[in-house]
C-alpha cells in the first residue's frame, strides 16, 4: 500500500454542509452550557436509538465517571478485564474497586456465570462491556443483578446504534454509557452520552455534568464539567444524517472479510449473533494456533506492508501497573481474556475503506499460510 492503512479512520461529512452550523454558532454566541444543538441532539438521538432519555457529555470517560456518581456507589464493582482501559479506570476514579471477571469464549463479552462467584458482600454493581459492540447476555446480567440487588453500568462505548431482539441495547441496564470519539461509530470529534430509563434521573445527571450547580445560589453535588460543546453536538446532528450510509458501508466490508477469511486455518472471526442488529464497529480476527505464524508476527509483516491493524485488546486492563495487584486480576483466573488478548487483531474497518485495500488486505493474511 502507498499510504498507511489504519484500523480506523475518522468518518467525516463534507465541510460545506457543516458552514451552516458553524454560521449559526457564530451568530448566535451560544457555545455551550446547554445550547439549542445539544437541545436538539439530545432529542434527535433519542429517536435514533430508540431510548427515552440521553444526556450528552463531553466524552465517554467524563460519562462513565458521571454515571457511577449519579447511582451512589461503593465498594466492589464487577467488570471484565477485556476492554478498554477507560473502563476501570471509571471505576477507580470513583473510589470503586474493580473485581475482573473472565469473558465467554464466543463473544468475548463478560461470562455471567463467573459474575456470580465474584459477588461478594462488598459488590454493589456489575459494569460489562458490549465489545465490539456484539450485546452481552443482557437478560442474564439482569437476572443476576435483580437476585443480588446490584447495580448495572453498561460500558457501551462501543454499542452505537446495536439492537438486541428488536430493542436498542442501550435500554439494559440502570445506566448505558456511549463514546463518540473520533474512533468510533459515531463520532462528535469528542463526545459521550448517558442513556438512562427515567426524567429523574437524567436530571440528577445534568446536574452532575455542570459542577452540581441547580441555580444561581445553591450546588447540591460535587459535579464536573461534563458538558457537550455546541460545535461537538452540531457536527453530531449531521453526521446523524449519514449515519445509515456509513453503518450499510461498513456491512459490506465485513461481510467481504468474513466470506473471504472463513476457510484460512488458523484464523476466526467473531459470530453475529441472529438477536443482534449490528453496527460493524470492529472487525476483530483470533489468531489461533493452527496459523503458521504468531499473531505479533503477522502484525509485523502487515505493518511492513503499510497496514497497521490493532491489538484490541492486548494487554489486558488487569495487566496493567494499576491494577495487576489485585487478586482477580491474577491471569489464571482469566484464561479466556488472557487467550482472546495474545491472540486478538481488529482489522482496518471504516465507511470509506476502498474495497480493494480489503483484499489486499485478506491476500497479506492468506499468503502466509501458502
Ligand atoms: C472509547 C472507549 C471508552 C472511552 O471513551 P472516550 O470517549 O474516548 O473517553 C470507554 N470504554 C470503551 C470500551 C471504549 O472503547
Same mark, same amino acid.
Given at each position: 500500500?502507498?499510504?498507511?492503512?489504519?484500523?480506523?479512520?475518522?468518518?467525516?461529512?463534507?465541510?460545506?454542509?457543516?458552514?451552516?452550523?458553524?454560521?449559526?454558532?457564530?451568530?448566535?454566541?451560544?457555545?455551550?452550557?446547554?445550547?439549542?444543538?445539544?437541545?436538539?441532539?439530545?432529542?434527535? @438521538?433519542?429517536?435514533?436509538?430508540?431510548?427515552?432519555?440521553?444526556?450528552?457529555?463531553?466524552?465517554?470517560?467524563?460519562?462513565?465517571?458521571?454515571?457511577?456518581?449519579?447511582?451512589?456507589?461503593?465498594?466492589?464493582?464487577?467488570?471484565?478485564?477485556?476492554?478498554?482501559?477507560?473502563?476501570?479506570?471509571? @471505576?477507580?476514579?470513583?473510589?470503586?474497586?474493580?473485581?475482573?471477571?473472565? !469473558?465467554?469464549?464466543?463473544?468475548?463479552?463478560?461470562?455471567?456465570? %463467573?459474575?456470580?462467584?465474584? !459477588?461478594?458482600?462488598?459488590?454493589?454493581?456489575?459494569?460489562?462491556?458490549?465489545?465490539?459492540?456484539?450485546?452481552?447476555?443482557?437478560?442474564?446480567?439482569?437476572?443476576?443483578?435483580?437476585?443480588?440487588?446490584?447495580?448495572?453500568?453498561?460500558?457501551?462505548?462501543?454499542?452505537?446504534?446495536?439492537?438486541?431482539?428488536?430493542?436498542?441495547?442501550?435500554?439494559?441496564?440502570?445506566?448505558?454509557?456511549?463514546?463518540?470519539?473520533?474512533?468510533?461509530?459515531?463520532?462528535?470529534?469528542?463526545?459521550?452520552?448517558?442513556?438512562?430509563?427515567?426524567?429523574?434521573? %437524567?436530571?440528577?445527571?445534568?446536574?452532575? %455534568?455542570?459542577?452540581? !450547580?441547580?441555580?444561581?445560589?445553591?450546588?447540591?453535588?460535587?459535579?464536573?464539567?461534563?458538558?457537550?460543546?455546541?460545535?461537538?453536538?452540531?457536527?453530531?446532528?449531521?453526521?446523524?444524517?449519514?449515519?445509515?450510509?456509513?453503518?450499510?458501508?461498513?456491512?459490506?466490508?465485513?461481510?467481504?472479510?468474513?466470506?473471504?477469511?472463513?476457510?484460512?486455518?488458523?484464523?476466526?472471526?467473531?459470530?453475529?449473533?441472529?438477536?443482534?442488529?449490528?453496527?460493524?464497529?470492529?472487525?476483530?480476527?483470533?489468531?489461533?494456533?493452527?496459523?503458521? !505464524?504468531?499473531?505479533?508476527?503477522?502484525?509485523?509483516?502487515?505493518?511492513? %506492508?503499510?497496514?497497521?491493524?490493532?491489538?484490541?485488546?492486548?494487554?489486558?486492563?488487569?495487566?496493567?501497573?494499576?491494577?495487576?495487584?489485585?487478586?482477580?486480576?491474577?491471569?489464571?483466573?482469566?484464561?479466556?481474556?488472557?487467550?482472546?488478548?495474545?491472540?486478538?487483531?481488529?482489522?482496518?474497518?471504516?465507511?470509506?475503506?476502498?474495497?480493494?485495500?480489503?483484499?489486499?488486505?485478506?491476500?497479506?493474511?492468506?499468503?502466509?499460510?501458502?
Amino acid at each position: 500500500m502507498k499510504e498507511p492503512v489504519f484500523v480506523t479512520r475518522p468518518h467525516i461529512p463534507p465541510l460545506d454542509e457543516f458552514l451552516p452550523y458553524l454560521q449559526q454558532i457564530w451568530d448566535s454566541r451560544v457555545l455551550t452550557n446547554g445550547g439549542p444543538f445539544h437541545e436538539q441532539l439530545e432529542e434527535a @438521538l433519542c429517536q435514533y436509538l430508540g431510548v427515552r432519555h440521553l444526556s450528552l457529555l463531553n466524552n465517554g470517560t467524563i460519562a462513565l465517571m458521571v454515571a457511577l456518581k449519579a447511582l451512589d456507589l461503593k465498594g466492589e464493582v464487577i467488570t471484565t478485564p477485556y476492554s478498554f482501559v477507560a473502563t476501570a479506570h471509571s @471505576l477507580s476514579w470513583a473510589n470503586l474497586k474493580p473485581v475482573f471477571v473472565d !469473558i465467554c469464549p464466543d463473544t468475548l463479552n463478560i461470562d455471567p456465570a %463467573k459474575i456470580e462467584a465474584a !459477588i461478594t458482600s462488598q459488590t454493589t454493581a456489575i459494569m460489562p462491556v458490549h465489545c465490539y459492540g456484539h450485546p452481552c447476555d443482557v437478560d442474564a446480567v439482569r437476572a443476576i443483578a435483580h437476585q443480588h440487588d446490584l447495580r448495572v453500568v453498561y460500558d457501551a462505548a462501543h454499542a452505537f446504534g446495536v439492537q438486541y431482539k428488536n430493542e436498542s441495547v442501550l435500554n439494559f441496564g440502570d445506566l448505558s454509557v456511549l463514546s463518540f470519539h473520533a474512533t468510533k461509530v459515531f463520532n462528535t470529534f469528542e463526545g459521550g452520552a448517558i442513556v438512562c430509563h427515567d426524567a429523574e434521573m %437524567k436530571s440528577r445527571i445534568d446536574q452532575l %455534568k455542570n459542577f452540581g !450547580i441547580i441555580n444561581e445560589t445553591e450546588v447540591i453535588a460535587t459535579g464536573l464539567n461534563g458538558k457537550m460543546n455546541e460545535i461537538s453536538a452540531a457536527f453530531g446532528l449531521l453526521q446523524l444524517q449519514h449515519i445509515d450510509n456509513a453503518l450499510a458501508s461498513r456491512r459490506q466490508i465485513d461481510s467481504m472479510y468474513r466470506q473471504r477469511l472463513q476457510n484460512i486455518t488458523g484464523i476466526r472471526c467473531l459470530g453475529i449473533s441472529a438477536e443482534e442488529k449490528f453496527n460493524y464497529a470492529y472487525f476483530p480476527i483470533l489468531v489461533e494456533p493452527d496459523y503458521p !505464524i504468531s499473531r505479533d508476527e503477522l502484525v509485523q509483516r502487515l505493518q511492513d %506492508k503499510n497496514i497497521f491493524p490493532r491489538r484490541y485488546f492486548y494487554p489486558l486492563i488487569s495487566d496493567f501497573e494499576m491494577y495487576r495487584h489485585l487478586p482477580s486480576a491474577d491471569r489464571k483466573h482469566l484464561p479466556v481474556a488472557a487467550a482472546a488478548a495474545d491472540r486478538v487483531l481488529c482489522l482496518p474497518i471504516f465507511p470509506d475503506l476502498d474495497r480493494s485495500t480489503v483484499e489486499y488486505i485478506v491476500s497479506c493474511i492468506v499468503e502466509q499460510t501458502g
